[in-house]
């Protein structure tokens, strides 16, 4: 069974910085895709940021240049710093992994941006 643990959530003033962290573990044999995904009240979940296997990366249009993704293979955690933190960027932050060919996600941490 494969888990996905994120930490790093918690409450920020505007222009603050957080670093989400996303630890993979259980029976790994190949990871894919990392990212992270959000979801704000009465919103529909929607993309963040995301490192495929290749470490290439993709960003929503909206984080570009204040977010970055990275990830250490070696002990299967994928991080996301975020800096100029915007009071609209409150929400559930979803850790999410394709890992062993299946999609899996984390319990989510909220991130809460205070205006």
């Known amino acids: 069974q494969v888990q996905l643990v994120e930490s790093g959530g918690g409450l920020v003033q505007a222009g603050g910085s957080l670093r989400l962290s996303c630890a993979a573990s259980g029976t790994i044999s190949i990871i894919n895709t990392m990212g992270w995904y959000r979801q704000a009240p009465g919103k529909q979940r929607e993309l963040v940021a995301r490192i495929f296997g290749d470490s290439s990366t993709d960003y929503a249009d909206s984080v570009k240049g204040r977010f970055t993704i990275s990830r250490d293979n070696a002990k299967n955690i994928v991080y996301l710093q975020m800096s100029s933190l915007k009071h609209e960027e409150t929400a559930v932050y979803y850790c999410?992994?394709?890992?062993?060919?299946?999609?899996?996600w984390g319990q989510g941490t909220q991130v809460t941006v205070s205006s």
């Open positions: 999410y992994a394709r890992i062993n060919f299946r999609d899996f």
